[in-house]
């Protein structure tokens, strides 16, 4: 579980940073995050999944790994809406991870996840971190 938690955290720091960066690297960031999420991270989870053959990528029960992946697709998708085109497995996996009970409320609108953000804050946001 820590192992493919701690695979995560490049890509994961890599789309929540795109929403801030300065217009001029937002180009480059977002080609940068593609290309690693399709190229990188979501070819090694679409493996998990098939080699390990079961709904979760550890064991049989939902773990920490599921649900930080979970997050990395749904903040992709925020990016880049069809970036999962070529991972069928990863579809499914989103598919069946959202419709736990609790994360499916989790995910409706009006919850504690954070929605995008939004335009109007990104300059604020990158003069605190720019």
């Not at 720091?13 to 795109?18: G, I, K, N, R, S």
């Not at 550890?58 to 992709?76: C, P």
């Not at 069946?96 to 009970?101: K, L, T, Y």
């Amino acid at each position: 579980i820590d192992m493919y938690v701690e695979g995560m955290f490049d890509l994961n720091e890599l789309l929540m940073t795109y929403g801030f960066q300065p217009a001029e690297k937002r180009e480059q960031h977002f080609s940068n995050t593609v290309d690693k999420a399709t190229n990188r991270y979501f070819p090694v989870f679409e493996k998990v999944l098939k080699d390990h053959g079961k709904d979760f990528l550890v064991g049989n029960q939902l773990s920490r790994a599921d649900v930080q992946l979970l997050e990395i697709i749904l903040m992709a998708e925020e990016i880049k809406p069809d970036i999962l085109a070529k991972f069928p497995l990863l579809q499914s996996f989103k598919a069946r991870i959202s419709n736990i009970p609790t994360i499916k409320k989790f995910l409706q609108p009006g919850s504690q996840r954070k929605p995008p953000i939004r335009e109007e804050e990104v300059p604020k946001v990158i003069k605190i971190f720019y």
